[in-house]
DNA sequence: TCAAAAGTGTTTGGTTTACACCCATGA
DNA sequence: TCATGGGTGTAAACCAAACACTTTTGA
């Protein structure tokens, strides 16, 4: 990361990474090392990548994963947006005065949301961070540049495919239970959702198999544990499906 | 157009310009000058400017017009794309060798899509076209490089957003008919609704206006004019909806 | 006067919503 | 034994799909 000779100039991409656990949305978020302001783990293109490319190797670099979900989902072009820039701040504090040029250029950033399943998750910091961690989305706050805006836009971005498209396959684990499933809707969607329906709905879509295990271990009655039907929820996930919620 | 200097490297534009005519949807292309390959209307994005901006730039050279309506779609950022750019072929017939070296670099795009009224185009043909027409979707073909690949992407896009959206006013002239407005729907979404459903369900979002005059001049019974409400149709829009069609 | 397009209304079936009862579990 | 969460069912309200009849117009 210090030859950036090798990618383009000008051009970033920020990765929203989405994880779910105890009941909470969370997104993975890194701590910048001076400014102390968190950001959105972030990179460039090196000359010969597409953005994909580009944006699987920041995942894998951050996570530790590999065939990530990942969508992109829009443009962030205002030319002010890089005027704030902490890397810079960062670089002239640190003494270390490489880089500086390079971060003290318009960037223009190509946000992504990945989802994925938050125990497999095994969180790295990058050069510019020391801390590598998930937050919930009530805890986030004072990222830099416009990093709550792409965050914003993202979450708005998750919504929309979440009425015409079954997410859940990659942020939860294998074997799930049905209020684990509807507790990850209703955080994405920012509002309660009646149990039983709820099941009804999603199980006339075909795309889960009902296990004969339970969840054991935790308290009360204990819940059957689901999984996705891989060929059906693939099927769903091609021909969308106009549900609402 | 000459001082490539003011723009950024490796940064386009390609705009799918919607209009609705004669009951199909069209869309504004250019024919290169050499090669005569059809392409979208695109551009640059000067230093200081952002991405929406040099989109409301080009709109304005290549239609006339101002306050189009206008959305970010997707960016394509193959690194092959660039491989068959044909104002590379162009400015070497030409013998002007000025340009190549800016053309011969790897263009990373970003996808607009813009909503018109057909009648207030007035198109234009850029420095490397000789042509503007608007073109019905089943006529196009042989698109320049990734083109086809956009202008599908694009489709894609306002297909989704219709089902969320009240698209139409900025397609339609301030006064249009019930059945002109279902023609619209129907050719977005690539497939026949019954006419009386569609009236009811649209008439339900109380977004038009039933003005008192009939459309003249037409064969047949004359059918009545409506008008957007535009109160109710910016709330619409703001507030989505979960209409399916 | 008739074919084609447009205005309007009804029936039917499915989906969504709201709500109630019983079961299992650990404290 | 009881509070809490989980499994399952049903009636009512609503919405969407399918379909028919009448009116207007130019040829």
């Excluded at 951050?62 to 960062?90: C, W, Y």
């Excluded at 919930?136 to 836009?153: F, G, P, T, V, Y």
Aim: glycine share 6%; hydrophobic share 35%.
């Amino acid at each position: 990361m210090t030859n950036f000779k090798a990618y383009l100039n000008h051009i970033s991409l920020d990765c929203v990474i989405f994880g779910f656990h105890e009941n909470q949305l969370k997104v993975l978020l890194l701590q910048m090392k001076y400014t102390k302001k968190w950001a959105l783990p972030g990179g460039f293109v090196k000359k010969e990548e597409s953005f994909e490319e580009a944006a699987e190797r920041v995942l894998k670099e951050r996570t530790g994963m590999d065939n990530i979900f990942l969508q992109q989902f829009h443009v962030f072009s205002d030319p002010k947006r890089s005027e704030m820039n902490p890397a810079v701040k960062d670089l002239e504090k640190s003494g270390s005065g490489e880089g500086l040029d390079w971060f003290s250029q318009r960037f223009i950033s190509t946000g992504f949301y990945a989802l994925v399943d938050f125990h497999k998750v095994d969180p790295a910091p990058d050069f510019f961070s020391d801390k590598c961690e998930w937050k919930a989305l009530e805890e986030i706050d004072n990222l830099m540049m416009d990093h709550r805006q792409i965050l914003d836009k993202a979450l708005e971005t998750l919504r929309l495919h979440l009425t015409y498209q079954p997410i859940g396959y990659n942020l939860l684990p294998k074997k799930f239970t049905m209020p684990e499933l509807q507790k990850l809707y209703e955080t994405i969607l920012g509002k309660s959702l009646d149990r039983r329906n709820f099941q009804r709905k999603i199980l006339s879509y075909k795309i889960l198999n009902k296990l004969d295990e339970r969840k054991k271990g935790g308290a009360y009655k204990a819940p059957y544990l689901y999984e996705f039907n891989l060929e059906n929820y693939n099927k769903a996930l091609k021909e969308g499906f106009s549900g609402s919620w």
